[in-house]
């Protein structure tokens, strides 16, 4: 993956389903504003490219597909994510917070069965985050937080899928830069703070 050289910052949380990423990300944009940051919060699969409309079909299970073809869909995804709406706002200095971003689709994709050489390749002319924060979490309490929002289950929400997936997200950090694990097993304030320690040895958080 590319490093880029642009003003603004690329920040991405990742993690299981269930694994809190959401509190985590409502904190993390609500501290840089305090701070006097232009932030903007995205997520993948977005919402707005054909391709991310039909990756939503197939997620909820409207639609079934072999996985290296949901794998391209990500890669079309990404790039207009990127184009349209990330390198953009990196531009403009702003800080670029995303719910999720390639290194969901290896580990997912891997546990799927696919070559995560391949995987990488297919991804390796996007941009690497300035800092990706893995929110680790049992794959059994991200089971018990799905099924206590009494919605029903997408395609990866089950727990062979999270533990194959859990393992492949521990690889990350020795695969690529700027990537870290933290403990999602405490409380959401706790994980917040370790966040803003991690902030702050990247030099993100200088006061302005």
């Given amino acids: ?122 991804n390796e002319q996007f941009l690497l985050p300035d800092l990706t924060i893995i929110i680790d979490v049992l794959p059994e309490s991200c089971i018990l937080r799905i099924e206590s929002r009494g919605e029903p289950k997408e395609l990866f929400e089950k727990k062979e899928k999270l533990t194959k997936v859990n393992e492949f997200y521990k690889k990350m950090p020795e695969m690529f830069e700027n990537v870290i694990i933290i403990n999602g097993e405490r409380t959401i304030p706790e994980v917040f703070e370790e966040m803003k320690k991690i902030l702050n040895k990247f030099n993100f958080i200088e006061q302005k």
């Fill in 1 to 122: 993956m590319i490093k880029h050289n642009y003003p603004g910052k690329f920040i991405v949380i990742e993690g299981l389903d269930g694994s809190g990423k959401s509190a985590q990300i409502e904190l993390l944009v609500n501290f840089l504003e305090e701070i006097g940051r232009k932030v903007i919060l995205t997520k993948e699969p977005t919402i707005d490219s054909e391709a991310g409309k039909k990756i939503k079909q197939v997620l909820i299970g409207e639609v079934k597909i072999e996985p290296l073809e949901l794998q391209s869909l990500y890669v079309q995804d990404r790039k207009e994510h990127l184009e349209k709406k990330v390198i953009p706002a990196l531009k403009e200095g702003k800080f670029v917070v995303s719910s999720r971003y390639a290194f969901s689709t290896f580990a997912y994709g891997a546990s799927d069965g696919l070559d995560m050489d391949l995987l990488i390749k297919m």
